[in-house]
Structures are given as C-alpha cells and as structure tokens.
C-alpha cells in the first residue's frame, strides 16, 4: 500500500484547524501501512518496499504524530476551556475523552514501535510477538476510528466557529515551532490573518 510521502497538504499555518485534521489524514494512511504489512507479511520477511513503508510509517508516529498531539493539547484544547459558550461546556468532556485517548495511543504506539524495529532488525517476528503486534494494531485502528470522527465532526468544526481569529493565528505559530520553522516567517505569513481581530 503504497503512500505518498511530501504531498503538499491541504490545510497550512495560516488555518490550523484545517491543518489539524489534515494531520489525521496522514494518521490514517500510515495507521493503514502498518496494518496492511503485518496481514500481508504475519511476522516473516519484508519485501524491500514493504520494509520501505513499514520504517516511514514508525517514524511518522515516533517523530511527527507527537506533535499533532501537542498542538491540540498545548494549543487548542486550552484556547477552548477558556472560552465562556454553551456549547464550549457541552464539548469539554469530549475533550477529556481525547486527552485520555491520547495516553492509550502512546501506550499501544510504545508497543508497537518495539516489536516494529525488532522485526526490522531481526527480519521477522515470533508468533507471539506477531499476535501482540497485530491486536497493538487492532485497538489503535478501533481508538482512532473513533477519536478523529469526534475531532473532525465536533470538536474542529466548532473551534473553527468559536475561536477569535487572533487565537487561530496564534495557534498556527505555535504549530509551525513545534516544527522547526522560522517563528517570525510565520508570523510574517500570517500577518493577514492575526490582524482581523474578532
């Protein structure tokens, strides 16, 4: 299954929130990558693009899916606590709902970036070791089912409604460092949008 790594995503800095659920996108895809090879190689050898797609998708989720979520966490979530609506009231135990599924996908992402670099390192996997990984899989795919439909259906279109434009722009500079990117450039490149204050 093959998947397109550097594709320009549809959202960018300038509106985060479409940013975010793009990010789920890409949770999606390489959640499918590592699903697929462990069906399709149940613990064996890789092909050399399986091994291809297997290492991307671990690095995604040890280095890139950490700061998804952080900026919902960090920047978002806070943002909307603060904010004195009813409907604000009615999402906040969504929001600790995703904050406890945040730790349980770390638990079971913990698990399977083990046993995922043994069986690079190792080129195959134990039966056991096999069952562990693929039933890590199951309960991550069955978590985030859930979670990113709650995200993308309730939560994000209502902080798009909610949140002053002001905040969105802050929250979009706080993505980009997390990143790595120039903090100023990004205040630069959105400096239309952080001056319409609501």
């Known amino acids: 299954m093959p998947v397109t790594i550097g594709a320009k995503p549809a959202g960018d800095f ?6 975010l659920g793009d990010c789920h996108r890409r949770i999606e895809r390489f959640l499918a990558v ?3 090879v462990t069906r399709q190689a149940h613990g064996g050898p ?4 399986q091994r291809d797609e297997w290492l ?3 690095d995604y989720f040890r280095n890139a899916a950490p700061r998804h979520t952080a900026d919902e966490e960090e920047s978002l979530f806070p943002r909307l606590r603060e904010i004195k609506l009813l409907q604000i009231r009615d999402v906040l135990p ?3 709902e995703l904050e406890n599924d945040h730790e349980m996908a770390s638990e079971w992402h913990d698990l399977v970036e ?3 670099r ?3 390192a190792d080129g195959r996997l134990t039966p056991e070791d096999t069952e562990f990984l693929s039933d890590a899989l199951a309960r991550l795919s069955e978590l985030y089912a859930h979670h990113i439909a709650l995200e993308d259906q309730s939560v994000f279109p209502l902080a798009a409604a909610v ?5 969105k722009a802050n929250i979009g500079i706080e993505m980009a460092k997390r990143r790595g990117l120039d903090p100023q450039r990004t205040m630069d490149q959105l400096s239309t949008l952080s001056s319409i204050v609501e």
């Not at 300038?14 to 940013?19: A, R």
């Not at 949140?163 to 905040?167: D, G, I, Q, V």
């Open 14 to 19: 300038s509106n985060p929130i479409e940013l």
């Open 34 to 36: 590592l699903v697929a």
């Open 46 to 49: 890789m092909s050399p693009e």
């Open 56 to 58: 991307r998708a671990l």
């Open 94 to 96: 969504k929001i600790q």
């Open 114 to 116: 083990q046993l995922g």
């Open 118 to 120: 043994r069986w690079l």
């Open 163 to 167: 949140l002053p434009n002001r905040e």
